[in-house]
């Protein structure tokens, strides 16, 4: 195919494959589109055009070209554009994800960041998470003395929503000890995976009525019906112990929202509206729950291939922590080992590797390429990740290449963005990082971890799904000899 750049309407637009009529260039993306996107990258170049359905998107696959959007000209690429299961869950574009860049977003920036994503707030946080850490672990424990294989996707994923459920309402979303058996548990997957499902008329506006053919519409109403009753029974029942009792010394983002409303905060400078603060929840929920769980089952997929590497982490520790039983906040400041750990999971593993979609807000230019105004702008960190020339062996996990380097989370270094850069960095990273690493040193801590009866290093299945964040397809499944 040629590279020469496409012309369309007088615009030089960057180069890419010749779109077919209708579907455009849609069916170049498989079930994986970081896959996809980063193959067409290694043929048509770092920054390329496509045509999904109708809309015209832009893919960044260097670092530099990273920087210019993230970076150099943030403020023309940092909106959102809008989509059909975005704007339903979001109330209509009411949170932060999914809001276009407004004044509204700025502001709930602003106050999240002051209120629900501060430093302060992930530490009031940590009894939480170190509970919960103790509670999964003694689930292991008590299985794998019965006999049981360890569902270790699961089990992941029922401790960060009992964790994001205790952040938000102050409470577990399932019985002691258990996961799987609460309606919400349901419900909540059931929302995951809608939001990062695919709607036809996302690509073909004029098509919108495939999508109620497909019953794609109806399952969004009912699910997006049932969230919203749940978090409208909350925030009554919370309204009323506010009015009965005065605000509580511990709270949570319920309480942190209502009081705003309640006590008309003075440093808010606005009121949010009933739909504000369930869009909000929607965020911490679904921002929260898949990214923290896929990156702990990731980065375990890991070290289960890489012996060397499972044992360093182990001795650190085991180490660290003593014969204290568990592993507790105090204890993560020694962990260097296990942070270049999770760095590198995160490098290979990124659980949004196209970050956020973002929107082109006025006409601009990349590298003497147009890039028109409402263009839809992906940026491929998959591609980056994995770029020989910032990263040595790219696809050999090795977390030491963290060591003796400045390479942090906050998105200074454009190679390394598993949580953006600029603008629409994401706002929860401390918060995930908080729970992600207290988890993870805990599994490390009380268990030795081997595969099921037969299974070698090799046959470590790393097959991915694409959805909110990407999973690994198969559960990972995991014997666990129990050493607390
Ligand atoms: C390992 C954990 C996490 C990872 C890897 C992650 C990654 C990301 C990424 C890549 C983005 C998009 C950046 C962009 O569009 O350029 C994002 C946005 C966001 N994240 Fe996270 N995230 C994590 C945890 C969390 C948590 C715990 C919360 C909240 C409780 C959260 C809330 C959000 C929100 C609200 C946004 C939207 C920001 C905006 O559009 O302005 N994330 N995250």
Known sequence: ??????????????????????????????????????????????????????????????????????????????????????????YGGLDIAFSPFNDHWKQLRKFTNAEIFSTARVQSFRSIREEEAGILMNTIKRDSANGKLINLSEMALCLFNNITF??????????????????????????????????????????????????????????????????????????????????????????????????????????LSRDEIKALLVDMFFGGTATTAVTVVWGMTELMRNKSTMKKAQREVRQAAGDKGRVEEDDLKHLHYLKMVIKETLRLHPASPLLGPHECLKDTQINGFDIPAKTRVIVNFTAVGRDPRWWEEPEIFKPERFENNSIGYKGNHLEFIPFGSGRRTCPGMALGLASVEIAFANLLYSFDWSLPEGMEEEDVDMGEHFGISVSKKRPLILMADSKI
């Open 1 to 90: 195919a040629p590279l020469s750049r496409s012309k369309s309407r007088g615009y030089s637009l960057p180069p890419g494959p010749p779109p077919l009529p209708i579907v455009g260039n849609l069916l170049k993306l498989s079930r994986l589109p970081h896959i996809s996107l980063l193959r067409l990258s290694q043929h048509y170049g770092s920054l390329i055009h496509l045509k999904l359905g109708h809309v015209p998107t832009v893919i960044a696959s260097s670092k530099e070209a990273a920087t210019e959007i993230l970076k150099t000209q943030d403020l023309f690429f940092c909106s959102r554009p809008q989509t059909i299961s975005g704007s339903k869950f979001s």
């Open 166 to 271: 205790r952040e938000v309402f102050g409470k577990r979303i399932s019985a002691d000890g258990e996961c799987g058996s609460s309606p919400h548990h349901d419900m909540v997957m059931e929302v995951v995976a809608l939001m990062g499902g695919f709607n036809v008329s996302d690509f073909f506006p004029s098509f919108g009525w495939v999508d109620f053919l497909t019953g794609n519409r109806l399952k969004l109403r009912r699910s997006f019906r049932q969230m919203d009753a749940l978090f409208e029974k909350e925030i009554e029942e919370r309204l009323k112990t506010i009015h009965s009792h005065g605000r509580s010394q511990h709270q949570d983002f319920l309480d942190v929202l209502l009081l705003c409303q309640v006590e008309r905060d003075p440093n808010l400078g606005f009121l």
